[in-house]
Nanobody, 116 residues
Framework: EVQLQASGGGLVQPGGSLTLFCAAS????????IAWFRQAPGKQKEAVSQ????????YYRPSVKGRFTVSSDKAKNTAYLQMNNLKPEDTAVYYC?????????WGQGTQVTVSS
């Protein structure tokens, strides 16, 4: 059974940092893309970043490029999203995602709130 569990969210002041974790199980971790999405209140879910574990290629949405870093530890079946210089507009519930064929799998989400 495929399972994704996101954690690491919290309340942080503008300019602060957080690291999100996505613990994965039930599939061959090092052959798939793990993506991070976020959804702010009243807004649609949007892709934030992703890492292709087969070749380590990464993607970032322009608004987070240079501030966020996505990575993974294949030995631990865990993906990470290091978020630096956080801004109030980064406030959202963050989800990790896996797509196998046409099937999407989602973690439960972790709240990130950036506020002074």
């Amino acid at each position: 059974e495929v399972q994704l569990q996101a954690s690491g969210g919290g309340l942080v002041q503008p300019g602060g940092s957080l690291t999100l974790f996505c613990a994965a199980s039930g599939f061959t971790f090092d052959t798939y893309v793990i993506a991070w999405f976020r959804q702010a209140p009243g807004k649609q879910k949007e892709a934030v970043s992703q890492i292709d574990n087969s070749n380590s290629k990464t993607y970032y949405r322009p608004s987070v490029k240079g501030r966020f870093t996505v990575s993974s530890d294949k030995a631990k079946n865990t993906a990470y999203l290091q978020m630096n210089n956080l801004k109030p507009e980064d406030t959202a519930v963050y989800y990790c995602n896996l797509r196998i064929g046409i099937q999407d799998y989602w973690g439960q989400g972790t709240q990130v709130t950036v506020s002074s």
